[in-house]
């Protein structure tokens, strides 16, 4: 268990409809990154946040939004969704995102998109 | 911008060495590895830092030339459980937070 929680692991879904992926940090980190892998392709940098406000993005699309609580989980929001959609999407924390600090994944949240 | 990763995939043999490289248009101001196993959450297996050190992980070790921008993970003696797909993450020194990953090296270590 490497302490980055996400729920839930699978989701099967149709298209156009919405979904919520969340994830808690591991204890002590305040730096949350969202990522999305495709069927045996690389690691998409989708967004991260830290201590609650967004500090850098990457290719997120604008149906897909997120956002950080104060008790430090987050969540992926994904909306009128495609088949394209359908990938492994990766929450991962760190202490701080200076670059210094490494990087603990969660097991991921399975989307499907029928 | 995602770091460039080679070779796309390689074969071995157990006992066998190889190297992954890894490298960036941009300044860089650290370079992380990751293993990754089929369905699985990646791994981390080390971070280097501006400096050009070098670290080790069992038979796994690493190399940063911050001149060049570039990464080279080197695979010693390899061992079955070597296998899986190796990731370098990097943080360039104008992107605070925005840790990309290169496009992975598949590692398939045979007995």
């Known amino acids: 268990d490497s302490g980055v929680t996400q729920t839930p692991k699978h989701l099967i879904t149709a298209t156009g409809q919405r979904v919520t992926l969340r994830c808690s940090p591991r204890s002590g980190d305040l730096s949350v990154y969202w990522y999305q892998q495709s069927l045996d392709q690389g690691l998409q940098f989708l967004i991260q946040y830290y201590n609650g406000e967004e500090r850098a993005k990457g290719n997120i699309l604008e149906r897909f939004s997120a956002q950080q609580f104060p008790d430090l989980h987050s969540e992926l929001n994904l909306s009128s969704l495609e088949l394209g959609d359908s990938a492994l999407y990766f929450c991962?924390?760190?202490?701080?995102?200076?670059?210094?600090?490494?990087?603990?994944f969660g097991a991921g949240s399975r989307l499907t998109v029928l | 911008q995602q770091p460039v990763q080679s070779p796309q995939a390689v074969i071995l043999r157990e006992g066998e060495d190889a190297v992954i490289n890894c490298s960036s248009s941009k300044a860089l101001y650290s370079v992380h590895w990751y293993r990754q196993k089929h369905g699985e959450a990646p791994v981390f297996l080390m971070i280097l830092l501006k400096g050009g050190e070098q670290k080790g992980h069992e038979k796994i070790s690493a190399s940063f030339n911050e001149k060049k921008q570039q990464s080279s993970l080197y695979l010693t003696a390899s061992q079955l459980s070597y296998s899986g797909t190796y990731f370098c993450g990097t943080h360039t020194t104008d992107s605070w937070g925005k840790f990309q990953f290169g496009a992975g090296t598949q590692v398939v270590v045979t007995p």
């Open positions: 991962a924390s760190s202490v701080h995102p200076s670059g210094a600090n490494v990087l603990t």
